[in-house]
């Protein structure tokens, strides 16, 4: 059962600074409402090469994927034709994407909108409520819409009917060091990474006059047992903390 997902987002636009993104967020909320947790994410160009190398390493990850932005229809809408090169599969004409637009639009679906039914040969749909223009899934990778509006209830009704809800087990837990260089911790820290298999030993230094760090865990092993391990040794050590932050 994957626990996590990747996120990409495609655009010129939010890369040059013209919109902002809005779906990092918005995806690290979704996914732990069910569950799930944001392993990575990706800001990407609308520029081929760069596309189709990073759904390749995508494809290789083995990870469930969000692809948000691209499948328009206008020349620098590439998300398709990229995806079905990574994916070694050819662009077709899915049958009822195209009856999809066509009732959606009309004559007007031709010459332009009826492009967006060109589509990785084998993919599945993803229907799309706000217009009828579907995204489409393969390989759990699940290439949505840029427009927030429409990808996340989409993402909402793949993760509803692909990925059954699950316990998120993932949790996290902190103190603060005080008056104590981090590199003085670097020890201890790989010590409980070892011992305690499924957790992350983290430090976040606070600049200020206290110079104080925040030591914390994170993941979903035994983090009880880990945290009481880890004010241990800090007593041991001598090392101040306090456990409230």
Request: contains cysteine; hydrophobic residues 35%.
């Amino acid at each position: 059962m994957n626990t996590y997902f990747g996120l990409i987002v495609i655009g010129d636009e939010i890369l040059y600074g013209d919109r902002e993104d809005r779906h990092q967020t918005h995806f690290r909320s979704l996914l732990k409402e069910h569950g799930r947790l944001l392993h990575r994410c990706w800001l990407i160009p609308d520029q081929q090469e760069s596309l189709v190398k990073h759904l390749r390493f995508s494809i290789a990850d083995q990870l469930p994927v969000f692809v948000c932005g691209g499948i328009g229809a206008t020349p620098d809408d590439l998300t398709r034709s990229c995806a079905a090169e990574a994916f070694e599969t050819p662009l077709q004409r899915h049958s009822e994407a195209k009856l999809m637009i066509e009732s959606q639009f009309g004559e007007a679906a031709y010459p332009t909108r009826i492009k967006m039914a060109d589509l990785p040969k084998g993919c599945e749909l993803i229907p799309n409520p706000h217009n009828q223009i579907p995204g489409f899934s393969i390989n759990h990778h699940h290439f949505l819409p840029g427009f927030p509006e429409m990808a996340w209830p989409m993402a909402e009704w793949v993760l509803k009917q692909k990925y059954p809800q699950q316990e998120n087990r993932f949790t996290q837990r902190s103190l603060l060091v005080l008056n104590t260089p981090e590199s003085a911790l670097v020890s201890l820290m790989e010590d409980i990474n070892h011992q305690y298999q499924g957790l992350k030993m983290y430090s976040l230094p606070r600049f200020g006059s206290q110079g104080s760090i925040e030591l914390g865990l994170r993941g979903d092993g035994d983090i009880d047992g880990a945290f009481e391990q880890l004010k241990q040794q800090l007593t041991k050590q001598k090392i101040a903390f306090q456990l409230s932050i």
